[in-house]
């Protein structure tokens, strides 16, 4: 499971005072986040003797977990951010660690900033003389790989889909032909069944789809096996744009959660794929946007995209008033127990849940 990113604020008094030695550190306050997971940061102020960035004027900084009583067995992604008194952001590093934290040490930067731009007056950095570092963190739990068989049924359908054996139709796509079973996809997908009739079954043109996101289309309607990650990343919008097209809830769902789990976002990219996921009825998509966009409205803003978002009062009002209620994650997790259709806008699953609920009481 995918945690919210969440954004700390850290603070190092005196910052020009503290320890002149190099390799000498000093470590900030705790700070705890909404998961209960306590984190410090570490810094060295003149720097480390390490690859000669002491003697370079580099600052280094590290975060550490301090849930000293265990370990902690989660995959986390974080940046280090050092921002003027504008707000505008002097410095910034992303750092992401997939290993098993026993120590508390999660990573960071041996060569974070230079001391002289720190100091610097212009540059208009330490408040009252201190260094302010805001730290956004994103976890992830880590989940045990125990062995289980590969379905031989699912190769058998891969086989089946890619021989064309006894296919007894076909669609075309671009330059490509694909040999498909009506039978097949009568049942796993009669959206697109009804592309076929009796007067053609044999190259039926189909647009609006590449070839390539197409074939993995069919691949999970014979053998549910969904695209791998780095598919996903690279052709996940088209994607999701095809399982709407053909009403492959599903597919759509395992898609946009492995965008969200990929943390595909950044502040070049966020407001495009905030609009995308509104358009295109993704509520995790749409809720991860819109957390992100939350801890970096000042640069995102900035990116070209976010001209088509000012445009949207309804989206940006969404922004502005986010809450933390239910997550998409929840909600549909409840609606899948009760049997009932987990598709839809967030506002639309949260309504079917509380009619769901009314109705139980009632």
Not at 8 to 30: Q, R
Not at 288 to 306: K, V
Request: proline residues 3%; glycine residues 4%.
């Amino acid at each position: 499971m995918l945690f919210k990113p969440v954004l700390l604020h850290f603070k190092f008094d005196g910052f020009a005072d503290l320890p002149t030695e190099v390799d000498n550190n000093v470590y900030s306050d705790s700070q705890t986040d909404s998961n209960g997971n306590m984190w410090k940061l570490d810094l060295f102020p003149r720097g480390e003797s390490e690859d000669g960035a002491a003697e370079e004027g580099w600052v280094g900084l590290y975060l550490w977990n301090d849930n000293i009583e265990e370990s902690f067995s989660h995959d986390i992604r974080f940046s280090f951010a050092v921002k003027d008194a504008d707000g505008v952001i002097l410095c910034e590093s992303h750092h992401e660690n997939e290993n098993d934290i026993d120590d508390g040490w999660c990573g960071g930067s041996h060569q974070y900033m230079k001391r002289n731009m720190i100091l610097h007056p212009n540059n208009n950095i330490l408040r009252d003389g201190a260094l302010c570092i805001d730290v956004t963190i994103q976890v992830k739990d880590k989940i045990d790989e125990h062995y289980h068989p590969e379905s031989n049924l699912s190769k058998k359908m891969i086989k089946l889909l890619t021989s064309g054996d006894r296919a007894d139709a076909s669609f075309k796509v671009g330059d490509r032909i694909f040999p498909v079973h009506t039978n097949i996809l009568h049942n796993n997908a009669p959206i697109l069944a009804n592309h076929l009739n009796q007067d053609q079954t044999s190259n039926v043109i189909l647009e609006g789809v590449p070839a390539s996101v197409f074939w993995m289309v069919l691949v999970y309607v014979y053998s549910e096996q969904y695209p791998s990650n780095t598919n996903v990343i690279k052709f996940g919008k088209k994607l999701i744009d095809a399982a709407n097209r053909y009403e492959l809830v599903d597919l759509k769902i395992i898609v946009e959660h492995i965008l969200v789990q990929e943390r595909i976002l950044t502040t070049r990219n966020v407001c495009d794929y905030l609009l995308f996921a509104d358009a295109q009825s993704c509520p995790l998509l749409k809720e991860y946007a819109i957390s992100f966009l939350r801890l970096n409205a000042r640069e995102a803003m900035q990116s070209e995209p976010s001209q088509f978002l000012r445009e949207s009062n309804q989206l940006l009002a969404e922004v502005v008033e986010a809450e933390d209620t239910l997550t998409v994650n929840d909600l549909r997790k409840e609606l899948g127990k009760r049997k009932l259709d987990v598709d839809g806008s967030k506002e639309v699953l949260m309504s079917r849940l509380r009619e769901a609920r009314r109705q139980r009481t009632g």
